[in-house]
């Protein structure tokens, strides 16, 4: 292991530390929240205040699986997973989604049970006052976690940072109609609770939505892939960069493998330095493992060749489906033309779009084989 590999494998426990301890934060406050409020809801018979304690209680348990996910995603790689096991924190995002979404069903459901057998709420300001401080709390708490998240890309962190904005929300909601029932003695807090309740499914759908997303596996972000190709075309010899796949094994962890267009003038060992130094230096500014290189050898010595890629190119990029061309190279020895063009997933007929191209290639160079590969646009747009 060398030396940039220890530096990110140093980054790696301190984002796990900071996880841990953030999550440790979290069960604290929700534990501190939902003792209190369930000795007051129990109090006022207020089934609002009793399910908002059950609430930060499963916040609590988010948290624990936080913690357990973040220490079963940090264990080395081995022989049964040799890409790591960082995955494990999109299952644990799942977890906590499905436990925000399975309490605001259950809240739901309670909340028309009040509805059908409604039972007078008994407040205290004393105990409304605990509530607005609870909301205080919580609201201070959803920030700084869904911040912390963001910071070090936890997905788990920031739906338990969104959950503890949604708590805050709740408590919120639950204060109001309390002071309404205290002022007019109209009980509003079972249809409150239908509305909390709707609100927290929502949220728990969403963050179901999210987390199966990344799991799955999403296009790169923009900014990775562009600077990844910028940092590879920041060497001379390299003509250009295509078709990048970053393969997600957890958060900032990404494996990939990219194209290169380089003058069909170097040698191997040109090649071999060139490819060498790509790869350290995508590590070490991107912390991306490049596990491939390809390389496009590029006509550099005909000005002939030249132009008939400019004039090939322009024909087939005036197709709105293709996005790219790249690859070029024309061996006239053996009458051969080949290049490869990224097609958008929106295209109606690969097959169709195929046939055109090589046909209005062969129509200027009819004398010629032409080898048209079909790249995806994995991430070009």
């Known amino acids: 292991m060398d030396e940039t590999q220890l530096k990110g494998v140093a980054v790696d426990n301190n984002r796990n530390k900071t996880i841990v301890k953030t999550s440790i934060i979290g069960i604290a406050a929700n534990l501190f929240l939902a003792a209190f409020k369930a000795v007051v809801g129990v109090l006022s018979n207020s089934i609002a205040i009793v399910l908002d304690a059950v609430n930060n209680t499963s916040d609590a348990a988010s948290s624990v699986i936080t913690i357990i996910g973040t220490k079963l995603a940090g264990k080395a790689p081995d022989k049964k997973h040799p890409f790591g096991h960082g995955r494990v924190e999109y299952l644990t995002a799942i977890v906590i989604s499905v436990i925000v979404l399975y309490a605001g069903i259950t809240s739901f459901v309670e909340s028309v049970k009040k509805i059908i057998h409604p039972e007078a709420p008994d407040y205290k300001w004393v105990s409304l006052l605990i509530v607005g401080v609870a909301v205080v709390v919580k609201i201070l708490l959803g920030i700084y976690v869904k911040k912390v998240g963001e910071k070090v890309n936890s997905g788990s962190l920031i739906n338990s940072g969104e959950d503890a904005r949604l708590d805050a929300v709740i408590s919120a909601s639950t204060l109001i109609a309390a002071v309404v029932y205290l002022k007019t003695g109209v009980s509003l807090e079972a249809w409150l609770g239908v509305i909390i309740s709707a609100v927290i499914i929502k949220a728990g759908i969403d963050m179901l939505k999210t987390g199966i997303s990344s799991l799955l596996g999403e296009r790169a972000d923009v900014s990775l892939v562009k600077g990844i190709k910028d940092t590879v075309k920041s060497f001379d010899s390299v003509l250009g960069a295509y078709d990048l796949v970053l393969n997600d094994y957890g958060p900032d962890t990404f494996l990939g493998s990219i194209h290169i267009e380089i003058p069909d003038t170097l040698s191997a060992n040109e090649i071999d330095v060139l490819m060498r130094s790509i790869t350290d230096k995508v590590y070490t500014e991107h912390n991306v493992i490049l596990t491939a290189i390809g390389v ?8 002939k060749t030249v132009r008939a890629r400019e004039e090939i190119e322009k024909t087939i ?5 293709v996005l790219q061309l790249h690859g070029f190279y024309i ?6 033309i080949r290049f490869d063009t990224v097609v958008s997933f929106d295209a109606p007929d690969r097959g169709e779009l195929y046939m055109q191209m090589v046909s209005s290639v062969k129509e200027k160079y009819p004398d010629y084989d032409v080898q048209i590969v079909l790249d995806t646009d994995f991430s070009e747009s």
């Open 296 to 303: 496009y050898s590029v006509n550099t010595t005909d000005e």
């Open 317 to 321: 990029l005036e197709n709105e489906y």
């Open 331 to 336: 061996n006239n020895e053996t009458k051969q």
